[in-house]
């Protein structure tokens, strides 16, 4: 059975509505044919993980939700809408953070660019600007600019900045990829702790298969040539997770395994 948040309350046919479904969706370019006849579902308040080998259209699904990319056939929904284009109840944290973050503001000033953007008023910023820095581990670095910041601590402003906007959904590129194994665990308990906090629905797009099963209620598998779904993995460990006992956990070897072995098949 598939996994669904205790978050998940539905009152009515809008919060029943899956955050995100792909239906029947096929992606041409230039007469190459990136995805085929993908169709699975995200529920509200789920942290999904997507793996698959390079090429296979994990970012190209992001782009899609983001409705920066139509489908040539077939339909993306958000919360039961068909996507029409970008929406403020989405956001995207990227792997590059530096080209992410403007260098010429400080951390508060671009977490402050979410709030610009939604007009919240001048005398409210600066509180809600603290109190994000506050809950991403920032706090007191606020002045500091990007250059000044170490890698973590950027990609820390980043998810500040996505969480400004108080996104329904949020979107992950591989966003721990270009960090040391040390900043991205610690970053990977962050987001998990975050995203549960807030609500949200995630998205995770990512190579790591043990990060995949560390983070997500489920993680779907690609296939390339075309994109393809291959198969689709419940996570039934128990939360909070923790980086040594969960990943010694016989459950989470037996996942890695069946993971391994589709990457394996895919490539």
Known sequence: MNHVSPLLAPVDEASAAPAIAFDDIRLEFGGKCILEGLSFAVAQGEFACVVGPSGCGKTTLLRLVTGLLSPSRGEVRRLGNAVDGPSREVAIVFQDYGRALLPWRTAAGNVGLALEAMGTPRQERAERIDALLDKVGLSGHGDKYPAQLSGGMQQRVQIARCLAQEPRILLMDEPFGALDALTRQALQDEIAGLVSDSGATALFVTHDLDEAIYLGDRVFALEANPGRLADVIDVGLARPRDQL???????????????????????
């Open 245 to 267: 006992q969960t990943r010694e956990h016989p459950e989470f070897l037996r996942l890695r395994h069946v993971l391994f072995d589709h990457v394996q098949k895919s490539h």
